[in-house]
Nanobody, 115 residues
Framework: QVQLVESGGGLVQAGGSLSLSCAAS????????RGWYRQAPGKQRELVAS???????NYVDSVKGRFTISRDNAKKTVFLQMNDLKPEDTAVYYC?????????WGKGTQVTVSS
């Protein structure tokens, strides 16, 4: 059984920063791709950022230059540093982890950016 637990969400003013983390636990030998999705009220879930095991990253255009994804393979943790936050970044953020062809999800953490 694999579990992902996110932390670091909260309320911040526009222009502020938040750092999310997602720790994996359970029967894990090796984690391949990892990343973050987000879902705002009334909108579809969208991929925000992803990172491969060797560190290659990808970002949705709206967060490029503001968000940074990273991972610590030894600690089985992925991070999302979010700077210059905007009200449109308000959403529930979900992390995922790909193991042996199966995608596991965290339960989500709320990020709210006030204007």
């Amino acid at each position: 059984q694999v579990q992902l637990v996110e932390s670091g969400g909260g309320l911040v003013q526009a222009g502020g920063s938040l750092s999310l983390s997602c720790a994996a636990s359970g029967s894990i030998f090796s984690i391949n791709g990892r990343g973050w999705y987000r879902q705002a009220p009334g909108k579809q879930r969208e991929l925000v950022a992803s990172i491969t095991r060797d560190g290659s990253t990808n970002y949705v255009d709206s967060v490029k230059g503001r968000f940074t994804i990273s991972r610590d393979n030894a600690k089985k943790t992925v991070f999302l540093q979010m700077n210059d936050l905007k009200p449109e970044d308000t959403a529930v953020y979900y992390c995922y982890a790909d193991l042996s062809g199966v995608r596991y999800w965290g339960k989500g953490t709320q990020v709210t950016v006030s204007s």
